[in-house]
């Protein structure tokens, strides 16, 4: 069987990382530090998917960087410049960094440890210029990673979509309550699911690509459809198992029509409450029912009410996107 080969693609992050290598590499030598080939390698090294990682990648780094010549000083001078001594010394630098939590700067850290047992002396100059070469690599993997692609449309792009499911959704809730058989497969539900996941994760990169922001508004949108959606599924298997289809149907469905229709990112949610409870009222003055399957359909249909009461509570308690698609209202 021949092997699958991914599409050949150049994204932002290698197009980054080989702008930064090349500029800590300039620098490095304009600056004539001795092994200046190494600040490509620590700028290889904070290279993140996001500018919250490199900040926290670059100060894990730096700080791992220094507990190594700490180490380096104490072994490398203190007993010898050996390969033994460098076995010894990383048997016992390793665990520091694990306890400290700055394990992910172990491989920069070495970089920095080779470069003095290869001076075979630690000397000012060499600590100066392995600071320097420190300041040049993570300095220009922080600078070339303060940009980051916006990812606001594709946010859009998964509300939009997720809101066209939901009017989808609805609107075949309301007509399975008026015929009592539908030929809807329920893939939207699937598909939603699926929607909410990338997206949040999607939310959660846009987070990290913002150092001085606590919040995303998108982020909360998606965990609130995500909430509402646990609830979609809740009433499906009570519409299903209805025995009978009552009048009481009829009426709910009028209801998720309308809802179907005004599915979008605005909080109107206090406008469909209201609009609920009047279905209640009503639910409450219909005739009762005559025969035990109409009542078990009734008594199913009030926790339909119940539920989408709860539905739009958690819309309520959502701010809102200031402008909603004009298509879906």
Same mark, same amino acid.
């Given at each position: 069987m021949p092997m699958k080969l991914k599409k050949y693609r150049i994204g932002y992050r290698t197009m980054k990382t080989a702008a930064g290598v090349a500029i800590a590499i300039s620098l490095a030598q304009l600056l004539q530090l001795d092994y200046y080939v190494s600040a490509g390698i620590l700028t290889?090294?904070?290279?993140?998917?996001?500018?919250?990682?490199?900040?926290?990648?670059?100060?894990?780094r730096l700080v791992a960087s220094l507990i190594a010549i700490a180490y380096a000083f104490l072994f490398f001078e203190g007993i010898a410049y050996h390969p033994l001594t460098i076995g010894i010394m990383i048997l016992l630098f390793i665990p520091t960094l694990v306890t400290l939590r700055f394990a992910d700067g172990f491989v920069s850290s070495s970089v920095i440890l080779l470069h003095i047992y290869d001076s =075979?002396?630690?000397?000012?100059?060499?600590?100066? +210029?392995? !600071?320097?070469?420190?300041a040049v690599g993570f300095g220009t993997a922080l600078a070339v990673n303060m940009y980051m692609p916006s990812i606001e449309k594709k946010l859009d792009d998964y509300r939009y979509q997720i809101e066209v499911m939901y009017s989808s959704i609805f609107s075949e809730i309301a007509n399975y309550l008026r015929q009592g058989e539908s030929d809807w497969t329920g893939k939207e !539900?699937?598909?939603?699911?699926? !929607?909410?996941? +990338?997206?949040?994760? !999607?939310?959660?990169?846009?987070?990290? +690509?913002?150092?001085?922001?606590?919040?995303?508004?998108?982020?909360?949108?998606?965990?609130?459809?995500? =909430? =509402?959606?646990?609830?979609?599924e809740r009433i499906l298997p009570k519409i299903t198992a209805l025995p009978v289809i009552v009048g009481h149907s009829h009426l709910i469905a009028d209801f998720l029509e309308d809802l179907a229709s005004?599915?979008?990112?605005?909080?109107?949610?206090?406008?469909?409450?209201?609009?609920? =409870?009047?279905?209640?009222?009503?639910f409450a003055d219909m005739p009762l029912p005559d025969t035990h399957d109409k009542f078990l359909a009734m008594a199913a249909l009030y926790q339909v009410i119940e539920e989408m009461d709860a539905y739009l509570e958690i819309k309520s308690s959502y701010k809102g996107f200031k402008s909603a698609k004009p298509a879906i209202a």
């Open positions: 290889i090294l904070c290279i993140q998917p996001t500018k919250k990682k490199s900040i926290r990648a670059a100060f894990s =075979q002396n630690l000397t000012l100059d060499l600590f100066v +210029n392995e !600071l320097s070469l420190m !539900l699937m598909e939603s699911t699926e !929607l909410l996941k +990338n997206a949040k994760a !999607l939310a959660y990169q846009d987070v990290e +690509n913002h150092v001085t922001r606590l919040e995303n508004k998108y982020y909360h949108y998606f965990d609130m459809r995500e =909430q =509402q959606l646990e609830i979609i005004h599915v979008h990112s605005g909080n109107t949610a206090y406008r469909y409450i209201g609009k609920l =409870q009047a279905v209640k009222d009503e």
